[in-house]
Antibody, heavy 118, light 108 residues
Framework: QLQLQESGPGLVKPSETLSLTCTVS??????????WGWIRQPPGKGLEWIGN???????YNNPSLKSRVTISVDTSKNQFSLKLSSVTAADTAVYYC??????????WGQGTLVTVSS | SYELTQPPSVSVSPGQTASITCSGD??????ACWYQQKAGQSPVLVIC???RRPSGIPERFSGSNSGNTATLTISGTQAMDEADYYC???????????FGGGTKLTVL
């Protein structure tokens, strides 16, 4: 059974960089059939796509966040990661990682709340 | 940038049919999918590629997509269907993903 698990600090200071890792179990991140993605959801609000990565390292990011987002993959650990720079309170959200078989996200992690506060 | 518009809320009586719409420019030319999110939980895919139901999703969930509108239909709505529903589209040329703003379904 495929599982995705987000991990990382739950509290980040304004202007610093948010860093999260998604560990994939039950499937290989090098599968040619899937992208792997990050989505976030501010408290009480809707879902926002952050970006996707293919096992080769090719990334596709939300244009509204593009300059602040870095997504990378570590195939040796079956993980992919998110870095979001220069965070503000508006970046406070539950961050999800998920698998994307081209058209939609079929498996999601449980999500992790990241709060931006001094 | 591409946008998807959903009504903020929809109400339905138990046993009746609920329809939730998602509008976007030429949405029918893209694949649309739908997620159900209950309070405090991760989203669950209920419809993919316009009208396909993933394994484990009840038959009462169905979808369609044509022109500028995709529709999620829940037949014989049950109390357990009360949740937020999000549509999502994928742009095959840019590989961008777009979510609608979400619709809160209330089963009265």
């Amino acid at each position: 059974q495929l599982q995705l698990q987000e991990s990382g600090p739950g509290l980040v200071k304004p202007s610093e960089t948010l860093s999260l890792t998604c560990t994939v179990s039950g499937d290989s991140i090098t599968s040619t059939n899937y992208y792997w993605g990050w989505i976030r959801q501010p408290p009480g609000k809707g879902l926002e796509w952050i970006g996707n990565i293919y096992y080769s390292g090719r990334t596709y990011n939300n244009p509204s966040l593009k300059s602040r987002v870095t997504i990378s993959v570590d195939t040796s650990k079956n993980q992919f990661s998110l870095k979001l720079s220069s965070v503000t309170a508006a970046d406070t959200a539950v961050y999800y990682c998920a698998r994307l078989p081209r058209y939609n996200f079929d498996y999601w992690g449980q999500g992790t709340l990241v709060t931006v506060s001094s | 940038s591409y946008e998807l518009t959903q009504p903020p809320s929809v109400s339905v009586s138990p046993g009746q049919t609920a329809s939730i719409t998602c509008s976007g420019d030429k949405l029918g030319d893209k694949f649309a999918c739908w997620y159900q999110q209950k309070a405090g939980q991760s989203p669950v895919l209920v419809i993919c590629q316009d009208s396909r139901r993933p394994s484990g999703i009840p038959e009462r969930f169905s979808g369609s997509n044509s022109g500028n509108t995709a529709t999620l239909t829940i037949s014989g709505t049950q109390a357990m269907d009360e949740a937020d529903y999000y549509c999502q589209a994928w742009d095959s040329s840019t590989r961008d993903v777009v979510f609608g703003g979400g619709t809160k379904l209330t089963v009265l």
